[in-house]
C-alpha cells in the first residue's frame, strides 16, 4: 500500500483516539471527578494504542531516511559493493557465461592497481538511432510507493516525462530502435535496483535474496541477449567536450565537479549529459522521430548547461526550440563548425551502469577552433554550479596524472556512465589527434 495512505490512517486512527480521550475527560469532570477503574483501563488502553500507532509512523518514515538517493548518488562503499558483486556473480550465476559478461566491463588499469567500474559496454561501435521509432506499448508498471519515497528524499516533486527507451541494440547493423516510455517508469524499473542495493549497503552487502537474484537476471538478459523488454532502460547521452586552447595549445576537457558547486548528488560527470526527451509530451511517432536527432539534443543541452539557456528547458514545441537555438551565435557557431568540419561530433558506443539499468550513449564533441577558443566563455552550468562558476573544471587531455586522480577518485567519484565516456573519449583523442606520450 501507499506509505502515504498508510500515514493518513494512521493520522485518523490517532484522531479518534484523542476523540475518545476527550469524552472520557468530560464524563470524568462531569461526574464530580469520579474516576472508576473502567475509565482507567481505558486511559491506559488508549495510551498504549496511540504508542504503538507513533512506532509505526516511525516505521514508516524510515525508508525515507536510510537511503539518501539524491544526496549521495555514488554510494562509499561502491568499489567494495562492486567487487563483492562481481564476486558472487561469478560464483553462483554467471560460469557459463562468464567470459562473455566479463569482457563486457570496463576497467581501468595504473601500474599495480585495477579498478572494477560499475559499467558495462553494450557496444564500442558508432551506432545510429533509427528513425523507425517503435509503437510497441511499454506495459511496465509505475511503484507509486518509490517515487513517493524519492520525493521525500530528494525534497521536490519528481516530475514525469516522455522518454525514448532502448527496445534492441541491433549490433549487425549498429542501430538502436528505440521506443516510448517516460521518466517514472524508468524510475520503478531501472533506478529501483541501485537504491535497493544502497539500502542493503548502509549496512553491508549480502548479494543475496530476491532483490538481487531479479536485478541480475535482468542485466543477463540485457547484456547476453539484447533483452529489454522487462525494464524502461531509457537513454540517456553524455559528451565529453573538448576544446582545443589556443593559449597553451593543449586539448581540454570539462567536468561539472558538484561537490564544489554545493549541489547533490556529491559526483562529477561530464557535461553536457542529459536523458534523451522529447520536447514535450507527444503522441505522435513522427513526432518521436523528429526529436530523435541527437546532435540537436546535444546542442540544446550545450546551451542550457555551458551557455546559461535556461529558457531551452521549457521550450514545448520542436519548431520553436530550432528557432531559439538558433538565436544564439554560439550554437550558430557550432552548428557551422560541425557542418565544416572544424568540430567533429561522435558516437563511441552505448554504456550499460549496471545497478541501474540504464543505457547510455556516449559520444565525444571536439572543437578546434581559434574563433570558437576566443568567444566561448561558459557562463554556468545551470544544474551544477554556481554563479561563480565553481563546478566547471577544465583538464588537459594529456595529463594522465589528473585523468588517473579523477578514475580512481573515491570521496567525488564520476558517474557511472561519466566514467564510459571519459575513457573512451580520452582514448579517442589521443588516437585520432596523435597525443599520446
Given amino acids: 500500500m501507499n506509505q502515504k495512505y498508510i500515514k493518513n490512517i494512521l493520522y485518523i486512527l490517532e484522531f479518534i483516539l484523542i476523540l475518545i480521550s476527550l469524552k472520557i475527560a468530560y464524563d470524568w469532570v462531569t461526574n464530580d471527578f469520579g474516576f472508576d477503574s473502567k475509565s482507567s483501563f481505558f486511559l491506559i488502553f488508549i495510551a498504549l494504542i496511540d504508542m504503538i500507532l507513533r512506532l509505526l509512523e516511525k ?16 554510494h562509499k562503499n561502491q568499489n567494495k559493493i562492486v567487487s563483492k558483486s562481481l564476486e558472487r556473480l561469478k560464483n553462483l550465476y554467471w560460469k557459463e557465461h562468464e567470459e562473455s ?37 511499454d506495459t511496465n508498471k509505475v511503484n507509486d510507493n518509490f517515487i513517493e519515497i524519492l520525493e ?9 516525462n516522455d522518454t525514448y527507451r532502448l527496445m534492441s541494440l541491433n549490433e549487425q547493423i549498429n542501430e538502436l530502435i528505440l521506443g516510448k516510455s ?21 549496512k553491508m552487502i549480502d548479494c543475496e535474496g530476491k532483490e538481487y537474484e531479479n536485478w541480475f537476471e535482468k542485466l543477463k538478459n540485457i547484456v547476453l541477449y539484447n533483452q529489454f523488454t522487462t525494464v524502461s532502460a531509457s537513454l540517456g547521452c553524455s ?49 518521436f522521430q523528429l526529436q530523435s536527432d541527437i546532435q540537436t539534443q546535444i546542442l540544446k543541452e550545450f546551451g542550457e548547461e555551458l551557455l546559461g539557456m535556461n529558457s531551452l528547458e521549457k521550450i514545448d ?41 540504464r543505457p547510455e550513449l556516449l559520444t565525444v564533441m ?72
Fill in 152 to 160: 521525500s528524499q530528494c525534497k521536490r516533486k519528481i516530475w514525469n
Fill in 182 to 202: 517516460d521518466y517514472y517508469k524508468t524510475l520503478s524499473t531501472c533506478d529501483l535496483h541501485y537504491y535497493n542495493f544502497m539500502d542493503k549497503n548502509n
Fill in 366 to 437: 571536439v572543437i578546434e577552433d581559434e574563433s570558437f577558443f576566443k568567444q566561448f566563455t561558459p557562463t554556468t552550468s545551470w544544474e551544477a554550479s554556481s554563479e561563480d562558476k565553481k563546478g566547471l573544471i577544465m583538464y588537459n587531455i594529456d595529463d594522465e596524472k589528473q585523468y588517473y586522480k579523477l578514475m580512481f577518485d573515491d570521496e567525488t567519484p564520476l558517474v557511472s556512465p561519466a566514467t564510459a565516456c571519459l575513457k573512451l573519449g580520452r582514448d579517442y583523442v589521443l588516437d585520432r589527434w596523435n597525443l599520446k606520450k
Fill in 239 to 287: 559528451t565529453l567536450l573538448v576544446v582545443k586552447n589556443y593559449t597553451t595549445n593543449k586539448f581540454q576537457y570539462y567536468i561539472v565537479d558538484n561537490s564544489i558547486a554545493k549541489n547533490p548528488p556529491n559526483t562529477k560527470h561530464v557535461i553536457p549529459s542529459f536523458m534523451v526527451q522529447p520536447t514535450k509530451m507527444v503522441t505522435d511517432i513522427d513526432d
Fill in 101 to 137: 559478461l566479463i569482457n563486457k566491463f570496463l576497467f581501468v588499469e595504473l601500474d599495480d592497481k585495477r579498478r572494477q567500474l560499475p559499467v558495462v559496454i553494450l557496444t564500442k561501435n558508432e551506432v545510429d538511432i533509427s528513425k523507425n521509432i517503435s509503437d510497441t506499448k
Fill in 59 to 74: 516505521d514508516v518514515d524510515k525508508d525515507k531516511k536510510e537511503c539518501p538517493y539524491d544526496s549521495e548518488r555514488l
Fill in 317 to 357: 514545441n520542436q519548431l520553436k526550440l530550432e528557432s531559439l537555438m538558433k538565436e544564439n551565435e554560439i550554437l550558430n557557431k557550432l552548428r557551422e563548425l560541425l557542418e565544416n568540419g572544424k568540430a567533429t561530433l561522435k558516437i563511441l558506443g552505448v554504456s550499460l551502469d549496471i545497478f541501474r539499468l
